[in-house]
T-cell receptor
Framework: RKEVEQDPGPFNVPEGATVAFNCTYS??????FFWYRQDCRKEPKLLMS???SGNEDGRFTAQLNRASQYISLLIRDSKLSDSATYLC????????????FGKGTLLTVNP | DAGITQSPRHKVTETGTPVTLRCHQT?????MYWYRQDPEHGLRLIHY???????DKGEVSDGYSVSRSKTEDFLLTLESATSSQTSVYFC?????????FGQGTRLTVV
């Protein structure tokens, strides 16, 4: 089982749609969780951290379920500019920070 | 942006030749990483560093070595390039909360 697994996608949605991405992780000792965004042929950039209590940033909502080892990202009112690959990222923690990435889910928002 | 520069940005090399990729950061971050990104595998950690001269292997370290003689520079060497090492290579630094990536190096081994 891979350490971080995501919906394979791709997702094609119309502008204004709500879209949800799911991610599971295998290591129960994982300590911190993130969603990164990667535009085509660009480097990944942090979209948002994911907290146990859930967190929201504008149209984006991230949730964490430690018991099920599950992370989600919800995008409401999709914009054309949301088209990108979304990467689920887990930090197992300990003294050396090592991020493990899911393979990513490609989102295309259509006009 | 975290001031991470990778060089070269693009390189074509022949099988069997050594290749060195350079990562330079201006933020004085302690942690630095080399990842490779392939369509079928996503981003995978090659090597990482947690301080000057302190490095460790990631999940795909075979055929790669690294060196970090200064805080700001982290070098990745392909000792004898193979076609399976054709990939996009990303350097990253990390604070306790966020990783910052360089723009990537597209390496083709022919």
């Amino acid at each position: 089982r891979k350490e971080v697994e995501q919906d394979p996608g791709p997702f094609n949605v119309p502008e204004g749609a709500t879209v949800a991405f799911n991610c599971t992780y295998s290591n129960s000792a994982s300590q911190s969780f993130f969603w990164y965004r990667q535009d085509c042929r660009k480097e990944p950039k942090l979209l948002m951290s994911v907290y146990s209590s859930g967190n929201e940033d504008g149209r984006f909502t991230a949730q964490l379920n430690r018991a099920s080892q599950y992370i989600s990202l919800l995008i409401r009112d999709s914009k054309l500019s949301d088209s990108a690959t979304y990467l689920c990222v887990v930090n197992i923690g300990g003294s050396n920070y090592k991020l493990t990435f899911g393979k990513g889910t490609l989102l295309t928002v259509n006009p | 942006d975290a001031g991470i520069t990778q060089s070269p940005r693009h390189k074509v090399t022949e099988t069997g030749t050594p290749v060195t990729l350079r990562c330079h950061q201006t933020e004085n971050h302690r942690y630095m990483y080399w990842y490779r990104q392939d369509p079928e595998h996503g981003l995978r950690l090659i090597h990482y560093s947690y301080g000057v001269k302190d490095t460790d292997k990631g999940e795909v370290s075979d055929g790669y070595s690294v060196s970090r003689s200064k805080t700001e520079d982290f070098l990745l060497t392909l000792e004898s390039a193979t076609s399976s090492q054709t990939s996009v290579y990303f350097c990253a630094t990390m604070t306790g909360v966020e990783a910052f990536f360089g723009q990537g190096t597209r390496l083709t081994v022919v």
